[in-house]
Antibody
Framework: QVQLVESGGGVVQPGRSLRLSCAAS????????MHWVRQAPGKGLEWVAL????????YYADSVKGRFTISRDNSKNTLYLQMKSLRAEDTAVYYC??????????????WGQGTLVTVSS | EIVMTQSPATLSVSPGERATLSCRAS??????LAWYQQKPGQAPRLLIY???TRATGISARFSGSGSRTEFTLTISSLQSEDFAVYYC?????????FGQGTKVESK
């Protein structure tokens, strides 16, 4: 069965960096686009970034563009999110999510359990 | 950016009753709309995509309809496990955006 397991969250000071990982199993990772979606405490969902299945195209929300970088290692079935210049408003649970089997339809058919990032001094 | 607006914010329904949730897009998204269910402390779960197609393993109690700017999620006969927050999401245009959610609670 499809499994996505995030890790790397924690408490970090404003302006510092953090890297999240998402280990995938149960499907052919290299065939699927992958996303990061976040949810601030008690708030709704916000799409953060998309990386195509082959790693050739990336898209970011304006709120993180220039500060976050999504990447993948298809040999390790792992998705990453490198976060720099973190701000208090980046505090959220970060989910990795698999893109649908239809490569041009960017909805999320499987989600990880999430990892909490808290940006605080 | 396409703004997704869900209504109502909270819906109080008795078990066995029908629940109707609405989602409106600020511009046409065709049928590129998905619905998700989220229970406390859990990740969202895909229910519906392409406005009306149930995802794998989703009960026939859940149905979606609509196109362009107006969409509806209907839960035909609410079960105890259906009390949750529901989000719509458009994927017609980047950036992909969600509604603010509708909480379905027990009356």
């Amino acid at each position: 069965q499809v499994q996505l397991v995030e890790s790397g969250g924690g408490v970090v000071q404003p302006g510092r960096s953090l890297r999240l990982s998402c280990a995938a199993s149960g499907f052919t990772f290299s065939s699927y686009g992958m996303h990061w979606v976040r949810q601030a405490p008690g708030k709704g969902l916000e799409w953060v970034a998309l990386l195509w299945y082959d790693g050739n195209n990336t898209y970011y929300a304006d709120s993180v563009k220039g500060r976050f970088t999504i990447s993948r290692d298809n040999s390790k079935n792992t998705l990453y999110l490198q976060m720099k210049s973190l701000r208090a408003e980046d505090t959220a649970v970060y989910y990795c999510a698999r893109n649908s089997k239809y490569r041009s339809l960017h909805y999320f058919d499987y989600w990880g359990q999430g990892t909490l990032v808290t940006v605080s001094s | 950016e396409i703004v997704m607006t869900q209504s109502p914010a909270t819906l109080s329904v008795s078990p066995g009753e029908r629940a109707t949730l609405s989602c409106r897009a600020s511009q046409s998204v065709s049928t590129n709309l998905a619905w998700y269910q989220q229970k406390p402390g859990q990740a969202p779960r895909l229910l519906i995509y392409s406005a009306s197609t149930r995802a794998t393993g989703i009960s026939a109690r859940f149905s979606g309809s609509g196109s362009r700017t107006e969409f509806t999620l209907t839960i035909s006969s609410l079960q105890s496990e259906d009390f949750a927050v529901y989000y719509c999401q458009q994927y017609n245009n980047w950036p992909y955006t969600f509604g603010q959610g509708t909480k379905v609670e027990s009356k």
